[in-house]
């Protein structure tokens, strides 16, 4: 999938073009990854769960022990949609914070100041609704705390490669002979109608569409096991799915599993379908 560039990017208090959003190679976000970002998804101009997405940041942030007053960052958010020209439009905004510019070492500097950069940028929900993907497993190689949002994603950037060079959509990913999610997305299975899902804990993300999935299936009255699938288990599934703010929720048609293709189903089931269908009901509604 070919993306372009943003027109207008927000760094530290200026608003500039692509071209012109320039970093120190201090940075410590450029030498180490040492920062944190967040996605939010905008559904005809309106924020879908923004709240919920600065919380997570506020997670991050503290894990990070990044100090950063997060006050004006709805305003500044709500700026990168106006002056992207996307205010009645579908759009995603990227948001990122890193320590900022210090000499390099690794202990935390005592008085850098964090680098703030923000953009939003066109973005087609429900693409890939009626189509189902092919992904792909890899073993889990990414450290421990996988629940903060973290701009060092050299293991997932690895993994996600991998599935796309074997043809796939997604990679998700093994870790103790057991699934935990995906490059990008969290991880749904369906066996008998009841979901199951990883555990919150330091080796998934706490999506924000997986909590809001979870939300539906109670409303639903869909049993949900949050619970890892073990691998040896898989080929037993009825359906699975991938959930994320760009990914909604995504059906899974087949897996490439040790260099077979394992085939899932066609078309989505009758637990994706039901969810993806009030999921979208949600986002267009205006909550």
């Known amino acids: 999938m070919k ?39 905008f559904y005809d101009g309106r924020p879908f769960l923004m709240e919920e997405h600065l919380q997570r940041l506020r997670n991050s942030l503290s894990v990070a022990e990044l100090d950063v007053d997060l006050n004006t960052i709805p305003e500044i958010i709500y700026e990168a949609v106006k002056r992207a020209g996307l205010t009645s439009s579908d759009c995603l905004v990227y948001l990122q914070v890193t320590r900022g510019v210090a000499p390099r070492m690794h202990q935390y500097p005592e008085d ?11 973005f087609e929900f429900g693409s890939y609704k009626h189509k189902m993907i092919k992904v792909f497993v890899a073993e889990d190689e990414r450290w421990h705390r996988c629940d903060v949002k973290t701009t060092s994603l050299m293991g997932n950037v690895r993994a996600n490669n991998a599935g796309a060079k074997a043809g796939a959509h997604e990679t998700i990913l093994v870790r103790n ?23 919150n804990g330091h080796h998934i993300l706490p999506g924000i569409t997986r909590g809001k999935v979870l939300e539906l299936c109670r409303e639903l009255n869909l049993k949900v096991h949050e619970q890892a699938l073990p691998i040896a288990g898989f080929e037993s599934v009825d359906e699975a799915f991938i959930t994320g703010t760009g990914s909604e929720i995504q059906g899974i048609g087949s897996v490439i599993l040790s260099g077979k ?22 986002t267009r509604s205006g909550s």
């Not at 997305?185 to 555990?199: I, M, W």
């Not at 394992?262 to 949600?282: M, N, W």
């Open 3 to 41: 993306k372009s560039y943003p027109g207008i990017v927000y760094l530290n208090g200026e608003w500039v073009t692509h071209d012109q959003a320039k970093i120190s190679v201090f940075d410590r976000g450029f030498i180490f990854g040492d920062g944190v970002y967040e996605v939010i998804s």
């Open 112 to 122: 850098a100041t964090p680098t703030i950069m923000t953009y939003a940028y066109n």
């Open 177 to 199: 002979g057991e699934f935990t999610e995906g490059s990008h997305s969290n991880l749904f299975f369906v066996k008998n109608g009841e979901l199951f899902t990883h555990p």
């Open 261 to 282: 293709e394992i085939q899932i189903s066609s078309d989505a089931g009758p637990v994706t379908t039901k969810l993806q269908e009030a999921f979208e009901k949600l």
